[in-house]
């Protein structure tokens, strides 16, 4: 029983790295309808950075904050640059999953070709564990718990109490009705790929200070997770993909501790398409936003 | 007797890009430490010999391309060491139909039986060596044993050896966990070794897995590790960097047991490689701690062998001085001994017969052209060297495999 | 010729009959029926991992040390058969999952997601197919054969296989069939207010390529002699997927001449760039850096591929 209540909490911590990426992934395809595949990479792009800046003694935390602002910059570019253009001429979802599945390899590839492919750490993790009702958790996990829950926070209140925010879930919800409320959906997109890469940013670090060493294929590993909790709670709803993390950090840990530890990653995949051919709009998804799922 | 012309080219054929990428550049190390003498010792009969790299990427399908252009286009390919565990079923074959005499360094037990004519292996198969972690174990006095193993045909290979030795040995093993490589998290898998409460953790993980385990098991093990039993082929500086940097400098000097073949380190020969590892700048960093490992040595051997048989031979043509190669090991009346291959040279050319004893002793071939020796127990040092802690005999090995 | 060059040179011909076999059966699923099968590798590999069980004999014969399903000894090109069947099977199987009316993106994701459960599972598994570290001593035809001679016979085999396999998709990528894949792929609630079995044509053609796959992955594997989950991973599908971008979506000698310069001049001819850095490695990572660039750069520019699918015209033209 304590064996399972352990597991129970590595999930909860895990799930909240997963939550976290799976919060951005889902605003940006609540935003421009596209599923960004590249996000991955994006992920193992802000675990290098974060290894950059504090192989320079910066606190981890800052490298955190500030690899957030960098992805967020990055991700606007790609945006501006290689989806939207191709977005506007029509091309068809398929082609784009392509498109972003291919900016994926060729990023990891041109990280792996610059630093190469051995294995990175970021050193120690000091401080103590915690013990929680029967939970294990080391004090940078509960940080990154309590952080991921104040991100989470602070973009559900950007979303409802914001001019922005309204802007946002307006050009989501029908871009072209938000046009002509006035509404600069270029302005607003942008703004909505720069939160939601910031969460990417914020994700990869704070997964490479979870999984203490890591290499380049960090966050193509990490890709699959992602999409299923966003999915499992609904894709576009922020709150969803808590629970999401959650549900796939959870059902992971508890089938490492019980059965073979291989199938941890095999219970995510499963989440993730059971979930997409049973009710693809996910938990809290509402019904009119899983029409934008069927073909 | 067919003559060629201009440099001999030996192969390193191993992984440089894929999962196991460190091996490349570990595997080129003794190809220059050999390459570095020979050629300083005017060469064999006048060439030189040279270091070509061919990666076999770790997926046995695009293995096969590459290694039949390396072939193809690299001029005088006499020579291979290397054609490691992931993609050795695929490019043996193939090395050895093209007839190029080559040692390879990986540990697959399909080859424990074989009948290739141009292969050579001077170090043990990964069950032998599974078997020779329990020994050590045992010889340590840790009877309960956590066997931790990452899914993977170099690591896998060990669990026949440990599950015949260990109740051989009044052992017992507490817990038998396969886990995926290089994964964000073990900590389930930690918590369940935790509950066997082991003795001892036998290993086999690359280095990436290893730290971020060994980090799981010391949060959740109230700062607390067990000792560990690897293979040597952690015994490199992408181990000893990330695991102690993660887990302490202290445990991996302390309580990191590795084991793997053995090789005297008090011999001419073992200083003649380590100090050419120390002089060439591509091998200088890492030959501390390389030097001390049995697959690389015995790569170097093999080089050497192969180099000597050449001239035997008196050809740099592999269909003919493949034959002399195991004759250049086996002791014979009158030879005279020489550790490497200057001396040997030197001595073949004066008209004496030669027994060529190297890094890894005088090995004893079986009729699959394996030979499997010693063991011995290492354990780093805080600078990332290593040093030897006690031996295993291979006798005893073998008898608790059968 | 020298013997290494002739060696070198029938490994470049089996891997290109093989790769087109594969090519053909994803331009078949892909851009013929707009398919969007990302999990296209798992037919490969199914056909090489049938063909193995089918012609290792039983674990015993190699002192134990892998373990698998199956292990019958049948001649050559029963297995070669059963390989085909093998990916028929997993082609079906994927293609059932397919059923589902999402969309097509989304739909590629979850091909993307079977591909890595596959490969997760076939690891995780010893028993199954000896886990992560594959089958090996893989038998080929004519084994006790003069090697020199068995390789130009097996690259007539693969030749064969090819013509054979040419003329077989060129009955459902032309013809009748080959116009209500293009028009189920167009604009699929026309084509099945017209009557059109969407279901039954979907699963037809998830078989059909799935054999191709799997006829890929059994010839290949009894050239090389080995396989293990190395070999199949997710990224390979997206290889091929550049071919078929490249060469012409839905044109069949399109696709035949991406898979040429893709796979083979591209590819193989990364491999004779000299040393550009320390690291031997690099020409890989460029290989994947120009796929992945090459796949986009033609969605950006040029999304029907080099030879565009000929539309029939209508009124007297035949296609």
Redesign the interface.
Known sequence: MSLLIEAIGFGIASGAVIALGAVGFSVQFGMSNILNITYGAFMTLAAYLGLFMIDRNTNPWVALAVTGVVIGLASVVYHRLLLAPLVRRGTRAFSIVIVTVSAGIVLQYVIVAIVGPDTQTYGEQSGNTVHFLGMILTAGQVTIIALAVALMLALHLILTRTTLGKAMRATASNRILAQSCGIDTGRVSDAAWFLSGALCGAAGVALAITTVSFDFTLGAVFLIPMIAAAVFGGIGQPYGAMLGGLAVGVAGEVVAAYSNPEYREVVAFLILIVILLVRPRGLFGAAWAARRLMA | MPTQTGPISLGVIA?????A??F?KLLSAPCYAATDLINAAGGVMGHQVNCA?V?D??????A???V??A???TTN?DMAVGLES??A??TV??VN??KIPFFTTNG???F??NSYAYYYRLTASDDANGAAFAVWASQKGFKKVAVILQ???GS??NL?GINAAVPKLNGSIAIN????A????????V??VI?AQPDVLIWSA???TT??FM??YK??N?GQLPPMVTATDSLTP?FFG?VS????VDYVTHDIYLVGSFLDQSTPAFNTYKAALLADSKTHDIAPVLAAVGPPAGAYDGINAMALAMIEAGTTVGSYYNKYIIDVFKPKAGAVVVNNFADGAAALKAGHTIQYVGVLGTPSFDANHNSAGEFVANVFAADGSASQVGTIPGSQVLKLLS | MTTGQEFYLVVLLVYLGTNLLAAWGLNLEFGVAGIANLAYIVTIAAGAYTYAVCTLGPSSNHSGFQQYIGGYTLPFPVAVGAGALGGVVAGVLIGITGLKRLRPDYQAVVMLVISLMAVTVVSADQGLLNGNSGLALIPGPFSDQDPEVFRWAYVGIVALACVAGFFVLRRFTTGPIGRTLRAMRDDEYAAAAVGKDIVLLRLMVQAVGGAFGGLSGALLVAFIGGWNPGAWAYVETLALLTAVIVGGVGNDRGVTVGTFVIATLLLQGLQFLPEITAREGLKQDLGWILLGTLTIAFIWLRPQGIFPERRPKYGGQSP
Do not use: H
Request: no cysteine; net charge negative; glycine share 8%.
């Open positions: 992984p440089f890009t894929g999962p990428a460190e490349g790299s990666d990427t770790g997926d046995p399908a695009d096969v391309p590459n039949t252009k072939i193809a286009t390919f992931n993609t079923e695929t074959p193939i139909s093209s697959n037990t399909s424990t039986k899914n993977g045909i896998e290979g026949p966990l396969t886990i995926p290089d994964a964000s998290s073990y900590s389930s898998e918590a369940r509950a690359d280095p990436q730290a971020t980090a799981n949060q959740l109230n992408d990330p940097k993660v887990v302490g």
